[in-house]
């Protein structure tokens, strides 16, 4: 009898279970795997950036009685009529035909309930979201589908999209399930086919074009409207500083956990930088150019809650911007459709065939039925809800570092919990003043 | 009729006059003096005026148009008539690249050549160009239709949609999925309806083009086209 002992079964740490499972899918079906949402892998994050708190040198606010303000105006380098904000938490640009006309609605409702503004997305401006969002965001992407000059007029602010944070250097992408009739007349196309948005815009190449592209916005607005241009975090110094030289009003950066609604795995995962280490360089190249709070600065991608908001004006932006948490807020990857998740090959938390349009929350579809699931008027209250408690947490952050109001938030009142997130954050690692990288003059 | 010269006037003056008419207004002409090349000259017109540019514009000219006509005469700067919405944009010498870029109606006239991208991404206007077109015309092509008199460069067409593409010369190559197609009467007529539109009145003959659209194999991914991307 052989009484060696064997070892435990060991499976790979680089050829783990997911990295198996994919191997298998993509040997079985012969396409990369299209997905929504943004990073699911682990990055630096704010979660490895804590406030240091009022003490003997630092005086704090009364949490209930002083006041903290947290207003924020966008577009007051050029616009005649900026925006200004009752909170500093924006909801990032999302299409209609990615998501349904009730989830645009409720997002609307949300928004304007507590003061601040909605973005349309890659498929024009719909009735219903200009009617239910006070101040919106219009989009001009490379593919221009819907794009007038009527509904420019109308738009609160334009915002001309060079890419974002899950795919910078990509396209938008809605496969055929999602475009409806209503979808491809909206974007000129055929219904059912698989539209794939262009990643370049059509008019102009490089940022010296893009300053009379904003120029021509600019004459077509008759300067009334605030331009913001969007980029991916990817070299965050230079689009920043080229940003502001092309004349934007304002810079929305975002990271790589941002939101998609469709692109390949690979894109989301390999490709752009976690918003943690995209925003000091951006603020680097306001102050460099004297443009800090002058050329507004908006951050997302990973923003969940007051901390996070708290944290990201404290490194320097003017506002953040939440996509992914805001359908979360009414009732994306709800356990209490776990049923239904299971029948699609997933469980809440982990949905995220969003191109297939089969969204049993009624979000991320086009489907009738399952999108007259979102009631907009609860979907609104929720968000509006969720606004109102990230905006209290930012708060009561700034409140006890003494701030009277948020954007007086200072990278010195941040340390760092690991060297990566010290360096990405210029911050010194907690209990020490080492800050990673830092040159001895800073 | 207002003229106005634009070494005077500041352009930011001209468009906002422009954009305060009102659809009866009878100040229904207006002639533009020494553009000089200037960027975004009658960007964002929405009612029916006429208004003539003597002299070269920049960049943008007529963009987003409505209803408007606009006449330069002169070349202009890249993406004339972008997103033009209804309206006629004529350009009397040569266009930069894109132009009637994402143009969604109207009609776009060039005399002479256009550079490339033009059309690029249209989606319901008509253009017609009496010189040559550049390389990647029509590219991402949605609907509309563009008539060519010379040649096309490279790849026109690439990935194209429901556009229709009208050559007399040649073209240099064809894009991802753009094939050409029958002439079938009903192209002709629309050939000869759009030439008739521009104010070419039977000179010329819309037999002696070639018709050009998508072969609609990539409209939903197929893994064993992907080579075609």
């Not at chain 1, 499972?21 to 490895?48: L, N, Q, T």
């Not at chain 1, 947290?70 to 904000?85: C, Y």
């Not at chain 2, 070269?56 to 006509?69: Q, S, W």
Request: aromatic share 6%; with cysteine.
């Amino acid at each position: 009898m052989d009484a060696t002992p064997r070892t435990t079964p060991r499976k790979s740490a680089t050829f783990d279970d997911y990295s198996l499972s994919e191997i298998r899918r993509a040997a079985a079906s012969g396409i990369y795997d299209i997905r929504g949402g943004g990073a699911k892998r682990k990055v630096p994050h704010f979660d490895d950036l804590l406030f240091l708190g009022a003490s003997m040198s630092r005086y704090p606010l009364e949490g209930y009685r002083e006041k903290c303000a947290t207003d924020v105006w966008l577009g007051t380098r050029f616009a005649e009529k900026p925006i200004h904000l009752k909170i500093p938490i924006t909801i990032a640009g999302m299409s209609f035909g990615s998501l349904s006309a009730q989830a645009k609605e409720s997002l609307g409702r949300g928004a304007s309930q507590v003061g601040t503004s909605t973005t349309t997305g890659d498929g024009g401006m719909t009735e219903e979201e200009r009617q239910n969002s006070t101040i919106l965001v219009y989009q001009l992407l490379p593919s221009r589908y819907g794009m007038n000059p009527d509904d420019l007029r109308r738009a609160d602010a334009i915002e001309i999209v060079i890419g974002q944070g899950a795919k910078p250097g990509g396209g938008g992408m809605l496969l055929g399930q999602k475009i409806s009739d209503r979808v491809a007349e909206m974007r000129t196309l055929p219904k059912g086919i698989d539209q794939r948005s262009a990643c370049r815009h059509p008019d102009w190449t490089g940022p010296d074009d893009l300053e009379i592209k904003i120029q021509e916005l600019r004459e077509i607005t008759d300067w009334q409207t605030p331009i913001y241009i969007k980029v991916g975090a990817s070299r965050p110094y230079y689009d920043t500083a080229l940003a502001i030289k092309a004349g934007a009003d304002v810079v929305v950066l975002d990271g790589m956990q941002g939101g998609t609604a469709a692109t390949q795995e690979v894109f989301i995962e390999h490709v752009g930088l976690p918003i943690l280490g995209a925003i000091r360089p951006a603020v680097q190249a306001l102050q460099d150019l004297d443009m800090h709070r002058k050329v507004q600065l908006i951050v997302s991608g990973g923003i969940r809650n007051g901390a996070d908001v708290a944290k990201a004006l404290a490194l320097g932006a003017d506002a953040a911007s939440i996509g992914t948490a805001a359908l979360v807020a009414i009732g994306d990857n709800d356990p209490a459709l776990e049923e239904e998740y299971q029948k699609l090959g997933t469980t809440a938390g982990a949905y995220d065939d969003w191109h297939e349009g089969q969204d049993p929350a009624g979000i991320n579809t086009q489907d009738p039925a399952l999108s007259a699931r979102l009631d907009p008027l609860l979907g609104g209250r929720r968000l509006a809800n969720y606004l109102s408690v990230m905006t209290l947490e930012a708060q009561t952050i700034a409140r006890a570092c003494g701030k009277s109001h948020v954007h007086n938030l200072e990278p010195e009142d941040l340390v760092a919990l690991t060297v990566e997130a010290a360096a990405m954050a210029k911050v010194p690692l907690a209990g020490t003043d080492w800050v990673p990288g830092a040159k001895s003059h800073e | 009729m207002p003229d106005i010269d634009l070494s005077v006037t500041p352009l930011r003056e001209l468009n906002r006059t422009l954009h305060n008419l009102t659809p009866e207004t009878n100040e229904r002409h207006w002639v533009i003096e020494h553009p000089a090349g200037r960027h975004a000259i009658a960007a964002g017109l929405q009612v029916p005026i006429t208004v003539e540019i003597n002299g070269p514009v920049g960049y943008y000219c007529a963009g987003m148009n409505k209803l408007a006509t606009v006449l330069v005469h002169g070349s202009a700067g890249v993406g004339v008539a972008e997103n033009m919405m209804s309206g006629f944009v004529h350009v009397s010498g040569n266009a930069s690249q894109a132009a009637g870029a994402t143009g969604r109606g109207g009609l776009l006239r060039i005399d002479g050549n256009a550079s490339s991208r033009c059309g690029i991404s249209m989606k319901g206007i008509d253009i017609v160009v009496q010189g040559s077109v550049g390389h990647m015309s029509a590219f991402m092509a949605q609907t509309g239709n563009l008539v060519v008199f010379g040649d096309a460069g490279d790849a026109l067409g690439d990935s194209i949609y429901e556009a229709r593409l009208f050559v007399r010369g040649t073209v240099k190559s064809l894009g991802a999925d753009c094939i050409e197609k029958e002439m079938r009467d009903e192209h002709k007529v629309t050939v000869h309806d759009m030439l008739k539109k521009a104010g070419f009145d039977g000179e010329v003959d819309p037999s002696e083009f070639k018709r050009y659209g998508s072969a609609r194999t990539l409209y939903n991914f197929n893994v064993d086209h992907a080579g075609e991307y």
